[in-house]
């Protein structure tokens, strides 16, 4: 199929299968999915400003879909989440602008694409290590494991984070955390943000981990409140790159079709798995997106 605004010709079955595969992901790790949408759209010759806007348009239909099913199975803060908002949609604005920028220069595509790489491996060391950590942790101490009581490696810097004595302080029961400041929840959004903006998608690679890691959020609830935060910060950066002509909305469409099935898919599968099997499951996939990102900058496209 010929797609008008992209100037590229795509195959429709292609778009579907990857929407369908980023909704199940993304229901059940609670990201956007553009750490395999923005590089399978960007490996079929779509320039990085329309991938990053168009990976945005396609993910509010979808984060709709997986933010419904989490918030009946309970995982979703909507009082972090709305604390959130403030910082994500700045940090938004600041990341499209910064496209913009790089648009200009006309060196979008290698530099966000190097960008994409460095952080999607780095993802994938960090919560390695980390779920590893926590696997051993929890063999050696034989302790059954609850559905979110899985953050014994992850308090120490959590632990740190909530004590930060920045007024005014807030307490978030859905989470099970009482007294942190409202200063680093929106700090925290608002990094979110800036990736979402600049990187495509929600950027829940990059908030779910500061929701577990820094805040100290049960997996479970990290994962429902984070596609919360992607639905709104899809929403915003959406809109703010299609004024500015970086999206291709039939595309966006044509992968929303596979995507909403598969957000409830992957929704309803993370009842069945523990905090730390989720996040060795997640491991792999920010890897696979930075090797076709850089499979693609090396065959001459980001130059």
């Known amino acids: 199929m010929d797609f008008l605004i992209s100037g590229l010709h795509i195959n429709l079955f292609y778009l579907i299968g990857v929407g369908f595969v980023i909704g199940v992901f ?4 609670g990201v956007g999915g553009s750490f395999l949408a923005g590089p399978a759209l960007f490996a079929v010759g779509m320039p990085m400003n329309l991938v990053v806007g168009t990976d945005l ?3 509010v239909g979808k984060s709709i879909v997986a933010v419904k099913k989490h918030r009946a199975l309970g995982n979703v803060d909507m009082k972090l989440a709305g604390i959130m908002i403030a910082g994500t949609i700045c940090g938004s604005e600041l990341g499209a602008q910064g496209i913009q920028w790089l648009k200009k220069s006309g060196s979008v595509d290698l530099v966000v ?3 994409f790489i460095v952080v999607l491996v780095g993802i994938s060391i960090f919560m390695a290590w980390e779920g590893w950590k926590t696997m051993r942790m929890q063999k ?3 302790k059954p494991r609850k559905k979110n009581g899985d953050e014994s ?3 120490h810097v959590a632990k740190a984070v909530q004590k930060v004595p920045a007024e005014p302080m807030v307490d978030l029961p859905t989470s099970g955390i009482r007294k942190i400041s409202l200063w680093m929840i929106l700090l925290i959004s608002f990094v979110g943000g ?9 950027a829940g690679y990059i908030r779910m981990p500061m929701l577990v890691y820094l805040l100290g959020v049960p997996t479970h609830v990290a994962v429902g409140t984070d596609l919360f935060e992607v639905m709104i910060s899809a929403s915003y950066g959406a809109f703010t790159h299609a004024v500015k002509g970086n999206v291709d909305i039939m595309v966006a469409l044509v992968m929303h079709t596979g995507a909403a099935i598969g957000a409830q898919i992957g929704a309803m599968a993370t009842q069945y798995f523990s905090g730390p099997k989720i996040r060795l499951a ?6 696979i997106g930075a090797v076709l990102i850089a499979v693609k900058l090396l065959s001459g496209h980001g130059g």
């Open 194 to 202: 800036i990736f979402s903006g600049f990187l495509g998608g929600g």
């Open 282 to 287: 997640f491991v792999p996939l920010p890897l």
């Open 153 to 155: 490696a992850i308090s």
């Open 57 to 59: 348009a396609h993910l």
């Open 140 to 142: 050696r101490q034989r």
């Open 113 to 115: 694409g190097v960008v």
């Open 26 to 29: 993304g229901g059940f790790f």
